[in-house]
């Protein structure tokens, strides 16, 4: 398939990229590089042997779309071009609003006027809120999300459920990711926060590194086993596994479909701070600190809908995810600077 991949220059999309290549896909990124680098496009190839086209541009520009819609007829879209930094969005709300939800809908016009009606859409854990239960089906109530980011996410389900009602030709399938870690097994690729990293295996691999000192560990009063809270760690080629399977629905024109994509086992932080360790040999200096406004006691998903209906299942553990971790940041000290 002729696939567009927007944000398939950042973390999960550049993953995403060599699963779709390696399949034998063709690929076109658009990226505005506002959280990522162009280095990764050479990457990608030296991975996969086969170079992607890279457009650089922004979804909230209908001209750029339209133009890659006009000049190639695509299969589907694969959206992930957005902004992601929690507290961020906290302190800039119209930005989010704008980048995420002004340019998707800027995407979804230019998608329908051109006559592609396929999407697959990078919607996230957040959109429960505080989950009314855990393990987490698709069926569990979306809840109050604590931050503008978050609504970004549930309001663009809202808007592509929507448009599959009114128009019976959309397909969008909305993949709502757990806590995603690890990276390409070749050290190539992998997570590039700007400045001090806010989640949590970003951090450790820093402290890893010798670039931060200690690991704050964000409350451990919560009621989970250790105290810490729990999340469902997935490793990120999974991830993208999980995306390629999905283009299978769109094809099959089911209209909307919503999966949960995690691996059904929640870790706490000291558990990933022990399994980092065992992995990597390298010890993490940790210290207790208060809690962080807007964290729950735990999330992890309940994945056994896409296991049935995608065929897909998370396959890398723990260990894995770490050791990939640490790999790409051993090797890439300093992102793609080095
Ligand atoms: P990322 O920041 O590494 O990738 C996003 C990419 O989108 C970046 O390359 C950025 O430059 C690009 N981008 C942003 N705004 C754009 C615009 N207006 N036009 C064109 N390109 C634009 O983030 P990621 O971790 O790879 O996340 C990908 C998607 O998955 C995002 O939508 C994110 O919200 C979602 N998600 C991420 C997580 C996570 O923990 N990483 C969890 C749930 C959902
Ligand atoms: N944590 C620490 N210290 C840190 C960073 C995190 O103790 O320095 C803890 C948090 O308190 C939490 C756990 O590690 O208990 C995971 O925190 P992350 O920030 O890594 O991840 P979150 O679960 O808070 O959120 C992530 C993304 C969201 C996304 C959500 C669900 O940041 O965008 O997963 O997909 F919505």
Redesign the pocket.
Known sequence: MKILV????????SHTVVELLTEGHEVTI???????DKRVVDRIEAITGVRPDFEE????NKDTLDKLFSDTAYDAVIH?????AVGESVQKPLMYYE??IA?TVNLLKSMGEHGCKNIIF?????VYGTPAFVPITEECPKGTCTNP?GWT?SMIEQIMTDLCISDKEWNAVLLR?F??IGAHESGMIG?NPNGIPN?LMPYVTQVAVGRLKELGVFGNDYNTHDGTGVRDYIHVVDLAIGHVKALSKLKAGSGLSVYNLGTGQGYSVLDIVKNFEEATGVKIPYVIKPRRAGDIDECYADPSKAEKELGWKAERGIKEMCADSWRWQKNNPNGYDD
């Not at 992930?80 to 992601?84: N, S």
């Not at 990078?122 to 957040?126: D, V």
């Open positions: 927007t944000g398939g220059t950042g973390y999960i999309g658009l990226d505005n590089l506002s959280n990522s541009g922004d979804i909230r992930f071009a957005g902004l992601k980048n995420n340019g990078s919607s996230s854990a957040t980011y996410k990711y806590n995603p997570e989640n």
